[in-house]
Protein backbone atom coordinates (compact mmCIF):
# COMPACT_ATOMS: atom_id res chain seq x y z
CA UNK A 1 0.00 0.00 0.00
CA UNK A 2 1.75 3.21 -1.05
CA UNK A 3 1.56 6.43 1.52
CA UNK A 4 -1.22 8.33 -0.35
CA UNK A 5 -3.52 5.37 -0.29
CA UNK A 6 -2.62 4.71 3.47
CA UNK A 7 -3.49 8.54 4.19
CA UNK A 8 -6.88 8.24 2.53
CA UNK A 9 -7.35 5.29 4.56
CA UNK A 10 -6.23 7.02 7.90
CA UNK A 11 -8.44 10.47 7.21
CA UNK A 12 -11.55 8.36 6.04
CA UNK A 13 -11.50 6.15 8.92
CA UNK A 14 -10.95 9.36 11.10
CA UNK A 15 -13.80 11.48 10.02
CA UNK A 16 -15.74 7.99 10.24
CA UNK A 17 -15.06 8.04 14.08
CA UNK A 18 -15.12 12.00 14.43
CA UNK A 19 -18.81 11.72 13.47
CA UNK A 20 -19.79 9.11 15.44
CA UNK A 21 -18.01 10.07 19.00
CA UNK A 22 -20.61 13.28 19.73
CA UNK A 23 -23.51 10.65 19.56
CA UNK A 24 -21.12 8.09 21.95
CA UNK A 25 -19.25 10.93 24.18
CA UNK A 26 -23.38 11.91 25.38
CA UNK A 27 -24.05 11.52 29.24
CA UNK A 28 -27.21 10.68 30.61
CA UNK A 29 -26.92 13.91 31.95
CA UNK A 30 -27.43 15.62 28.62
CA UNK A 31 -30.24 13.29 27.56
CA UNK A 32 -33.70 13.96 27.86
CA UNK A 33 -36.23 11.48 28.05
CA UNK A 34 -39.41 11.64 26.04
CA UNK A 35 -42.12 10.96 28.87
CA UNK A 36 -45.63 9.52 27.50
CA UNK A 37 -48.43 9.59 30.50
CA UNK A 38 -51.50 7.68 30.66
CA UNK A 39 -53.69 7.59 33.19
CA UNK A 40 -55.92 4.02 33.71
CA UNK A 41 -58.63 3.04 36.21
CA UNK A 42 -56.48 3.18 38.90
CA UNK A 43 -53.43 4.19 38.26
CA UNK A 44 -51.21 6.58 36.27
CA UNK A 45 -48.31 5.24 34.25
CA UNK A 46 -45.26 6.72 32.93
CA UNK A 47 -43.11 5.28 29.56
CA UNK A 48 -39.64 6.74 28.86
CA UNK A 49 -38.17 6.57 25.85
CA UNK A 50 -34.90 8.03 24.20
CA UNK A 51 -34.86 7.69 20.88
CA UNK A 52 -37.82 6.21 20.81
CA UNK A 53 -36.72 3.21 22.42
CA UNK A 54 -39.17 2.27 25.35
CA UNK A 55 -36.47 1.99 28.35
CA UNK A 56 -38.56 2.78 31.81
CA UNK A 57 -42.46 2.16 32.71
CA UNK A 58 -43.21 4.06 35.92
CA UNK A 59 -46.86 2.54 37.46
CA UNK A 60 -47.92 4.94 39.96
CA UNK A 61 -50.88 3.32 41.57
CA UNK A 62 -54.09 5.55 43.11
CA UNK A 63 -52.83 3.58 46.52
CA UNK A 64 -49.74 2.53 47.35
CA UNK A 65 -45.91 3.19 46.64
CA UNK A 66 -45.29 3.50 42.62
CA UNK A 67 -42.66 1.35 41.34
CA UNK A 68 -40.88 1.15 37.80
CA UNK A 69 -40.08 -1.44 35.25
CA UNK A 70 -36.44 -1.20 33.80
CA UNK A 71 -34.89 -2.56 30.41
CA UNK A 72 -31.16 -2.27 31.57
CA UNK A 73 -29.69 -3.33 28.36
CA UNK A 74 -32.34 -2.71 25.90
CA UNK A 75 -32.93 -6.57 25.02
CA UNK A 76 -36.86 -6.08 25.65
CA UNK A 77 -36.77 -7.50 30.02
CA UNK A 78 -38.16 -5.34 31.95
CA UNK A 79 -37.22 -5.86 35.74
CA UNK A 80 -38.68 -4.74 38.77
CA UNK A 81 -37.12 -1.83 40.69
CA UNK A 82 -38.39 0.14 43.49
CA UNK A 83 -37.64 3.53 44.72
CA UNK A 84 -38.53 7.29 42.93
CA UNK A 85 -36.28 7.83 39.93
CA UNK A 86 -34.98 5.81 37.30
CA UNK A 87 -31.45 6.58 35.22
CA UNK A 88 -31.22 7.16 31.67
CA UNK A 89 -29.85 4.30 29.96
CA UNK A 90 -26.13 3.97 28.80
CA UNK A 91 -26.28 1.22 26.19
CA UNK A 92 -23.59 0.74 24.06
CA UNK A 93 -24.59 1.11 20.40
CA UNK A 94 -21.16 0.90 18.92
CA UNK A 95 -17.85 -0.17 20.12
CA UNK A 96 -14.18 -0.33 18.03
Not at 6 to 16: I, P
Request: glycine share 6%; charged share 25%; net charge negative.
Amino acid sequence: MNVNHRFLVVALLSLGLAAATPALAQSSADVEPDITIRQEEDRTIREYRVNGQLYAIEIRPSQGASYFLVDHDGDGNFEREEGDRVAVPQWVLIRF
